[in-house]
């Protein structure tokens, strides 16, 4: 492979998991890992990982984690972009580790620093019966895979609720992307944020 012809397209990823907004909830950590297509590849940094626990200061309801995010992904095109999926778990009345709310986000398409914002929802029980019970027993409803929460499979017959905001900050950077064909764009005058350009010779 030379640099004038190259067969792949780098993304570096780098920033932090910020802080949280779970009003009703205090000492969380927070988890997570990334989802990609078939084509891409990790060659650098961390795909998953487990924060410390935070509680909230005194007069604030943020919880601040700053924890650092650091990959670098190749791939020969755009389709399966990464995202990265993350979990928030507290104590419940019993003691026990719980879910408090599950979300992701695609990495941001554009080069720069970018801010997001997720929604988080934890799944729920379908009666009455089995949220008592699941709560007498500490034994919340939860994705075996948290991964299931990037893709559409299953997802239309999935009870949510939704229950708090995770801010994370990215630093995104990427190589031979226009080379390959690829011009990235500005996210306010493309959805996709990425347009595929005539080839040179």
Not at 43 to 55: A, D, K, R, V
Not at 77 to 91: D, E, H, L, R
Request: glycine share 8%; hydrophobic share 35%; net charge neutral.
């Amino acid at each position: 492979m030379t640099s004038n012809n190259p067969a792949v397209f780098l993304l570096m990823v780098n920033g932090q998991i910020e802080a949280a907004d779970f009003p009703e909830y205090d000492d969380l950590y927070c988890k997570y890992c990334f989802v990609y297509g078939h084509d891409w590849a990790p060659t650098s940094g961390l795909e998953e990982g487990i924060s410390q626990i935070t509680s909230k200061g005194r007069g604030s309801q943020s919880l601040v984690w700053n924890f650092p995010l650091d990959i670098t992904f190749k791939s020969t095109n755009p389709f399966g972009w990464p995202q990265i999926v993350v979990s928030v778990y507290g104590p419940d009345t019993f003691g026990n580790d719980v879910v408090r709310g599950y979300g992701a986000v695609h990495i941001p398409f554009t080069p720069g620093k970018h801010t997001k914002t997720i929604p988080m929802f934890v799944p729920e029980s379908t009666s009455r019966l089995q949220k008592f019970t699941s709560w007498l027993m500490g034994r919340r409803p939860e994705f075996t895979d948290p991964k299931v929460v990037a893709q559409g499979e299953g997802r239309e017959v999935t009870r949510v609720r939704s229950q708090g905001f995770v801010t994370l900050q990215f630093n995104i950077v990427t190589k031979d992307m226009k080379k390959l064909g690829y011009e990235t764009t500005s996210e306010h005058s493309a959805a996709t944020g990425l347009t595929r350009t005539s080839q040179q010779p």
